[in-house]
């Protein structure tokens, strides 16, 4: 289905009444090539790559609820490459290469928005770490720019610059960075996927991954069992409890984050903007609202809804930079459960089951990944060897020592 | 959320700081896989969906590390006990 501006107006016309569904709702067969248990941002990516790039047609993907109704949906819509850890950087960096290129080529409005991402420092030895972070980015050939106080405060004028605690000294920007409409991408993923053949299952729940002498069948679901050669998991927060079905124990421990959107305001934020000195991020969207959010909910939890502590620290660390908008009234605020891993950083890697995939471990940084993560998941799939952007991201570092651990907080998942 | 101390009584969550797990126990560094043992130690945990036991600090409290049985579906704590039978010895 092609979109235009005389669809539109016809559309007008006929009251909205004559839009056609854009995937299909398919029955379950009773066999497939390759099963993607999640139909988030990642797990439709996976298929749309797998049937893109490597000819695979015979997919179905299956989600307990309905398409994109997990994470995906539940961001804050960031998209940057700005690591320093080697295994991370060419991962993040293919990434938003791929945003780049992303409505172009799946064909589906997904505002991505190139506006830059601002990290702010608050002292002299911040400044050395980020100019540090921005090296290590320019050696994988990622541009960084380090700018002073005069540079920030034309981009932000409204910042708390003098603040007592955390004055503002500069920030690292990288201008490629940005936002973009996270339903549309999931949308985007689906559409292109379903209209490559790709069967998405909504409202089937994968209950039991069915294990035969170290090899999988199928799985068993909600609407009965399904067989299929090759099983990839790509269930986010509950990647533990279908993982345990297979008799696999994983470095994951699932906790909530909580996002918020304010009432629309004029345009006030051009880029998105992070907060030093602790673990906020804020950026405004093209409705108007402020879009923002902080550190985890401390604690393990299912529960995909937040608790007032986490409200409050998020709305504290809002007033340490910008005072301006303590009058702004919040619309909205959500929680989602992140798969938080033991170093901070994802797997996407074989499981030792002949057949069995994993891709998890995306701790809140998911939605900035979700091309190259189904891209590299799809390679992996297909050809049973890591795509070349994504051989750090083993199941196995934890054992050989090789952690990618970006804040450097040690295998405790909360202070990632 | 609040947080049954059994030395303090019911206190808000945010006195306390989370550990995770309860019941891990530190292997012995000589035994024969002993590697293995440790990765597992320091990497792998249940992530239960539903009851679990989990260790919490009162930071802000009495100091005790104690033993919180807590849903991770719907935060509900149904009980808390001193983490060290030491404590819950002196406590008696």
């Known amino acids: ?70 994470s995906v949906g539940r961001n804050t819509t960031i998209v940057r490459s700005n690591y320093q850890e080697p295994g991370n950087i060419p991962f993040y960096e293919h990434s938003l290469k791929l945003w ?45 720019d380090l700018l002073n106080r005069e540079q920030v405060h034309e981009i932000v004028p409204f910042m708390d610059f003098d603040n007592a605690r955390f004055p503002i000294h500069g920030g690292l920007m990288q201008w490629r960075g940005g936002t973009a409409r996270h339903d549309a991408v999931a949308w ?36 009965g069992f399904i067989k299929a050669k090759k099983v990839g998991i790509v269930a986010a927060g509950n990647t533990t409890r279908i993982a ?44 108007g609202g402020l879009v923002f959010g902080a550190s985890l909910d401390y604690y393990t939890s299912y ?43 994802p797997i996407i890697d074989k499981t030792g089951i002949d057949g069995l995939y994993i891709n998890c471990g995306w701790c809140y940084g998911g939605f900035k990944a979700t091309p190259a993560s189904g891209y590299c998941l799809a390679h992996l799939m297909a050809t049973d060897e890591s795509h070349p952007v994504a051989t750090a991201l083993k199941l196995n570092r934890f054992e050989t020592g090789y952690v990618i651990d970006e804040a450097g907080t040690g295998a405790q998942p909360n202070l990632h | ?60 409290g009495c100091r005790s590390w104690i033993t919180v049985t807590r849903n991770t579906l719907t935060h509900e704590i149904t009980g808390s006990e001193f983490a060290s039978p030491l404590t819950k010895e002196a406590a008696q």
């Open chain 1, 303 to 345: 529960a995909a809804r937040g608790n007032l502590p986490g409200v409050e620290d998020t709305i504290e660390e809002a007033m340490a930079i910008m005072p301006s908008i303590s009058r702004v009234k919040l619309l909205r605020h959500w929680g989602g459960i992140m798969d938080m891993s033991m170093d901070g950083s």
């Open chain 1, 188 to 223: 985007g993923f689906a559409r292109g996927a379903d209209s490559r053949g790709v069967d998405i299952l909504q409202n089937t729940e994968a209950k039991q991954i069915r294990v035969e002498n170290g090899k999988v069948t199928g799985v068993e679901t909600s609407r």
């Open chain 1, 244 to 287: 345990e079905t297979a008799g696999l124990r994983l470095p994951i421990e699932s906790y909530v984050l909580q996002a918020f959107v304010s009432e629309a305001i004029k345009p006030l934020i051009p880029c998105v903007v992070t907060f030093g000195a602790g673990h906020f991020y804020i950026s405004q969207s093209d409705k």
């Open chain 2, 1 to 60: 959320m609040r947080i049954p101390c059994p030395f303090c009584g019911s206190r808000d969550s945010q006195e306390f700081s989370f550990l995770g797990q309860a019941g891990l126990k530190r292997p012995d560094p000589n035994a024969p896989d002993a590697q293995k043992q440790f990765h597992d130690y320091v990497h792998i945990r249940d992530n239960k969906a539903g009851v679990t036991k989990e260790l919490w600090l009162h930071a802000n």
């Open chain 1, 100 to 144: 780049e290129g992303l409505e172009q080529d799946f064909n589906y409005n997904a505002m991505m928005s190139q506006r830059g991402v601002l990290n702010l420092y608050h002292s002299d030895s911040q400044r050395d770490d980020y100019a540090r972070r921005g090296n290590a980015m320019m050696m994988h050939g990622v541009r960084a």
């Open chain 1, 1 to 70: 289905m092609r979109y235009s501006v005389f669809s539109i107006v016809e559309q007008a016309f006929k009251g909205q009444k004559d839009w056609k569904p854009v995937w299909r709702y398919p029955e379950p067969k009773a066999e497939y090539d390759m099963l993607i248990i999640g139909g988030g941002g990642h797990g439709l990516a996976t298929a749309y790559y797998l049937a893109k790039n490597h000819g695979y047609t015979n997919i179905a993907v299956i989600d307990k609820n309905y398409l994109g109704s997990g």
